[in-house]
């Protein structure tokens, strides 16, 4: 990798090698030129967007201020028995009547900071960079527009929750927002000012998460939450600089993630319980995927580290993989909602392609939708622009 790439991506050696030795071992998969088209083309309409943030949409539902994100539970609705009381669960079955309006606002900052700093990284042009530069002053460091470091409202429940700690998993797509930050560091267009401020926001809301109950009963849930709390965790701490952030995720990742929440085959069964099995297994191995890609360090390398036992990253990615490429061989019933819609471009093929060597999952992935349109799968689909991951040389 060339300097640029090493000054500021600042993975480690042992990655960086491991990263470049697989890549030359597969000539044909060249992602700068696969990613240039289809990034270049969103960028440059992307020009023109104006920042949005979580003031431009306000629900009545919210016990917070315009500053305050919010949304609403997914699987929660009107009690058909008391159709003004409180409402009840119907697992996997999304009502459409919630509000989403900060979810999607997030969703797309993510997506137009993927792709302009993904452009950024392409050409060289400052103009990319500072039109990214122009969305995270807004949502960070702008008093009048910016989001408030906490999550207080998020995944509420009428008539039983203003707000839940699950909820801090829609803060999922600010991953690759601090991912493309630490990027645009390197750009004359983000002023140290400017830097310092969203630093300071990211911050702050580690910090939060870190501390607040919700946060704290986040951390440890033993299922997909605590996973992407980790995913979320790394990617606020690597941009800041906590280092006993990034130590906490390893340990949790080798004595829990795989100890504990994996079985012997490389399933999640927390994940297989649920009433769409396939889109959460999906799910929970990219949030791995991407945990591993962040968090792993010279010493200590989560892509390649097993345990007693045998869990493992390469024996998630065995168990997955066959599924994804013959949905129709998948041993349980289909997911109630959006069967049709998984697969696509899971980034935890590519991570897993490049440094396990293994050109079928390469493959796969380049064969996969790569801008899916369906909100859901959006939702859930939070590392999106491989450029961020894997930068060109």
């Not at 267009?189 to 830097?195: L, N």
Request: aromatic residues 12%; hydrophobic residues 40%; charged residues 25%.
């Amino acid at each position: 990798m060339d300097r640029f790439v090493n000054r500021f991506f600042l993975l480690p050696s042992l990655f960086l090698c491991s990263f470049s030795e697989v890549w030359s071992d597969k000539a044909s998969f060249d992602l700068l030129s696969m990613e240039r088209p289809r990034i270049l083309a969103k960028a440059k309409t992307y020009l023109s967007e104006k920042p949005r943030t979580v003031t431009a949409d306000r629900c009545e539902r919210s016990e917070g201020d315009a500053h305050d994100f919010y949304s609403e539970g997914d699987y929660w609705w009107p009690n058909p028995e008391d159709p003004d009381g409180p409402y009840v669960r119907r697992d996997g079955e999304t009502n459409p009547a919630n509000f989403i309006a900060h979810r999607q606002s997030m969703i797309r900052l993510s997506e137009l900071m993927g792709t302009l700093v993904s452009a950024y990284l392409i050409t060289k042009e400052e103009t990319y960079a500072s039109k990214a530069v122009t969305h995270l002053r807004a949502w960070f460091v702008e008093p009048k527009t910016r989001m408030r470091p906490s999550l207080l409202y998020g995944q509420a429940i009428k008539g039983k929750h203003t707000g839940r700690s699950i909820g801090i998993i829609d803060t999922l797509h600010l991953v690759e927002v601090a991912r493309g930050a630490k990027i645009l560091c390197a750009s004359p267009s983000f002023a140290v000012a400017d830097q310092k401020a969203v630093k300071a926001w990211f911050g702050d809301y580690l910090d939060w998460i870190n501390s607040h109950e919700y946060g704290l009963k986040e951390k440890l849930h033993p299922n997909n939450h605590g996973v992407c709390w980790s995913l979320q965790a790394s990617a606020f701490a690597d941009l800041v600089g906590k280092e006993e952030v990034l130590a906490w995720v390893r340990h949790q990742f080798k004595t829990v993630y795989l100890s504990e929440m994996m079985d012997e085959l490389g399933r999640f069964p927390a994940e297989l319980k649920r009433t769409k099995p396939y889109g959460y297994s999906l799910f929970v191995i990219d949030a791995m995927a991407g945990v591993a890609q962040i968090a792993s360090s010279e010493t200590e390398d989560l892509w390649t580290f097993s345990t007693e036992n045998g869990r493992s990253m390469a024996k998630g990615m065995a168990f997955i993989y066959p599924y994804v490429i013959d949905k129709g061989s998948w041993p349980l019933q289909p997911d109630v909602m959006y069967w049709e819609d998984w697969p696509v471009r899971h980034p935890s093929l590519l991570f897993s392609g490049i440094r396990f060597g293994k050109p079928d999952y390469l493959d796969a992935w380049e064969s996969l939708e790569a801008d899916p349109r369906t909100y859901e799968v959006l939702r859930n689909l939070p590392l999106r622009h491989p450029l961020l991951w894997v930068p060109p040389t």
